[in-house]
T-cell receptor, first 111, second 113 residues
């Protein structure tokens, strides 16, 4: 079983839709959860960061962590064509260990 | 811009060539990373440097050779690569090796013919 599972998509939605992106993981020691956004021909940029369980909201973006289910989500409200990108989840434990990434989900928001 | 720059942005090389990728960070970070990104695969961590010392080498073939002369610069020297090494090579930096937030450069798109 891979440490982090993420559906690579592609996912295509109309402008204005609510988008839900998800990752599951197997390592119960993970405590730090991140979502990176990667535009075409660019490097990943940090979009959302969450420690442990709970929700975090930033504008149209909401990150959710359910540690009991080992499941994290990123919701995008009122999606825009500029949200079209690949979204990568990443997570780590509290030790001196590297980030573990999902494969990334490619999202297209159609105007 | 994230404060991490990479050159060149694109590179095409033959299997017998020798080339180098360069990464520079202007964030005052102490840890730097090389990742390989291939289609439909997770980011693969290749090397980690913390305070100029290599701390991780994830079973990377010896045809990839990293160099970190100081905390701001990181190189990846390439020689006798294979076509399957074609990928996007990303450099990242963080405050320290255990830091949870990494900042990525734009990557070098490498094609091996």
């Amino acid at each position: 079983q891979k440490e982090v599972e993420q559906d690579p998509g592609p996912l295509s939605v109309p402008e204005g839709a609510i988008v839900s992106l998800n990752c599951t993981y197997s390592n119960s020691a993970f405590q730090y959860f991140m979502w990176y956004r990667q535009y075409s021909r660019k490097g990943p940029e940090l979009l959302m960061y969450t420690y442990s369980s709970g929700n975090k909201e930033d504008g149209r973006f909401t990150a959710q962590v359910d540690k009991s289910s080992k499941y994290i989500s990123l919701f995008i409200r009122d999606s825009q064509p500029s949200d079209s990108a690949t979204y990568l989840c990443a997570m780590k434990d509290s030790g001196n260990t590297p980030l573990v990434f999902g494969k990334g989900t490619r999202l297209s928001v159609i105007a | 811009e994230t404060g991490v720059t990479q050159t060149p942005r694109h590179l095409v090389m033959g299997m017998t060539n020798k080339k180098s990728l360069k990464c520079e960070q202007h964030l005052g970070h102490n840890a730097m990373y090389w990742y390989k990104q291939s289609a439909k695969k997770p980011l693969e961590l290749m090397f980690v440097y913390n305070f100029k010392e290599q701390t991780e080498n994830n079973s990377v073939p010896s045809r990839f050779s990293p160099e970190c002369p100081n905390s701001s610069h990181l190189f990846l020297h390439l020689h006798t690569l294979q076509p399957e090494d074609s990928a996007l090579y990303l450099c990242a930096s963080s405050l320290g090796q255990g830091s949870d937030t990494q900042y990525f450069g734009p990557g070098t798109r490498l094609t091996v013919l």
